[in-house]
């Protein structure tokens, strides 16, 4: 069982920056995929940025250029940074792992994620 905790979260104004942060028990293993999601009020929870086991990024197109994705194997932790953000980044940000192949995990589908955090807050407003 791999369990997952976010923290990071909290209020940010248009244009700001924030790194979320998601520490796993234990470290990813060959095959697992580690990602990053959103989901907004009344929206579907939308994949963001993932990392394979080949440490191979992949991000989503509206986000590229603005969210990047980290991991620290020492400290067992996988970052999210994002960058000018704007208010329609709202939403509860999860970070997720689950074992898969390179190209599901590039797909970022989130039925194919095994093990998700509880989410932490995003509000962006001025």
């Known amino acids: 069982q791999l369990q997952l905790v976010e923290s990071g979260g909290g209020l940010v104004q248009p244009g700001g920056s924030l790194r979320l942060s998601c520490a796993a028990s234990?470290?990813?293993?060959?095959?697992?995929?580690i990602g990053w999601f959103r989901q907004a009020p009344g929206k579907e929870r939308e994949g963001l940025a993932s990392i394979d086991s080949d440490w191979r990024h992949r991000q989503d197109d509206p986000v590229k250029g603005r969210f990047f994705v980290s991991v620290d194997i020492a400290e067992k932790t996988m970052y999210l940074q994002i960058n000018s953000q704007k208010p329609e980044d709202t939403a509860m940000y999860y970070c997720?792992?689950?074992?898969?192949?390179?190209?599901?995990?590039?797909?970022?589908?989130?039925?194919?994620?095994?093990?998700w955090g509880q989410g932490t807050q995003v509000p962006v407003s001025s």
């Open positions: 997720a792992a689950g074992e898969m192949s390179h190209d599901s995990c590039a797909r970022m589908g989130a039925s194919a994620f095994r093990f």
């Open positions: 234990k470290v990813a293993y060959a095959g697992v995929c």
